[in-house]
């Protein structure tokens, strides 16, 4: 059964928008998505590594779709702002796997999706976009179908035609039933202007230090930025941090860092 928000699928797709881009600071579990949420966030993303990572295993279509869906539920039902899905490659070998991914991501309340290419032929990744595409609409849900390409992200191909191949996939995706494009990997404004000039649906870019600010981004056409696993690595790195202190110095100072025990607490002590 889909149990998708009808409201809160209209308010996120509304959210992408070049005049104040959608800032995503993507959560890994519910305690990450409670405390994105109480700073503001208007959305919450997922983040698939983070996600990966916190359930034991890594990156890269490694992670069961059952184990992914409970995660996606569980972090829906925790908060009040819309929720979007990063699902890898779908979950499935086919695009079979993937309608039956995108059944069980509606089911738990999310109101958008990320699907990669990845180092897969652009068509595959069309006919999985069209299945989730389909499926969708037959629910009569308002997914919000994310269609990533890892062009830059990877390095794939000639550094002098990755910009050509890059909207020739993005035309590809649009045609197969996708609402944006999100090309990782790419901070710079040259290229980044020429993405959103030529794309015609929302552009979304990842950024992290170095990058152009949220500000930046959507004077260049960037309708989204997400941070990806960037948040969940610093407060991995935080806990590396902490341990190697204890252990090594015998020192806690890394601690004091750290958000107020009530602060955290209390994102929890009612119902959301």
């Not at 503001?40 to 992670?63: E, K, M, N, R």
């Not at 069309?126 to 269609?147: S, Y």
């Not at 990782?184 to 990058?211: E, K």
Request: charged fraction near 20%.
């Amino acid at each position: 059964m889909t149990i998708t928000r009808p409201d809160n699928a209209h308010v996120f797709r509304s959210l992408h928008t070049a005049s104040a881009p959608l800032a995503l600071a993507n959560a890994w579990d519910v305690a990450s998505a409670r405390v994105i949420e109480a700073a503001g966030a208007p959305a919450i993303a997922t983040t698939s590594a983070g996600v990966a990572w916190s359930l034991g295993s890594p990156d890269g279509d490694f992670l069961t779709r059952d184990r992914a869906l409970e995660l996606v539920g569980r972090i829906v039902a925790a908060v009040a702002v819309p929720v979007t899905a990063d699902i890898e490659g779908g979950y499935g070998t086919d695009a079979a796997g993937v309608a039956e991914t995108v059944t069980g991501v509606l089911a738990a309340g999310a109101v958008g999706v990320n699907i990669e290419d990845g180092t897969r032929p652009p068509a595959e990744l069309a006919t999985r976009l069209a299945a989730a595409r389909q499926t969708a609409d037959r629910a009569g849900a308002d997914l919000f179908l994310n269609a990533r390409i890892d062009t830059f992200l990877f390095g794939l191909g000639d550094p002098d035609t990755r910009l050509k191949e890059t909207l020739a996939r993005a035309h590809m995706y649009v045609d197969a039933g996708a609402d944006g494009i999100f090309v990782p990997g790419v901070t710079d404004t040259a290229t980044i202007a020429a993405l959103a000039r030529d794309i015609s649906v929302p552009l979304n870019v990842m950024a992290g230090p170095g990058a152009p600010t949220v500000a930046e981004l959507g004077a260049l056409g960037v309708a989204r930025v997400s941070l990806g696993s960037g948040v969940a690595q610093v407060a991995y790195a935080a806990a590396r941090r902490a341990a190697q202190e204890l252990l090594g110095t015998g020192d806690y100072d890394s601690l004091a860092e750290g958000m107020a025990f009530p602060e955290i607490d209390a994102l929890f002590s009612e119902p959301h």
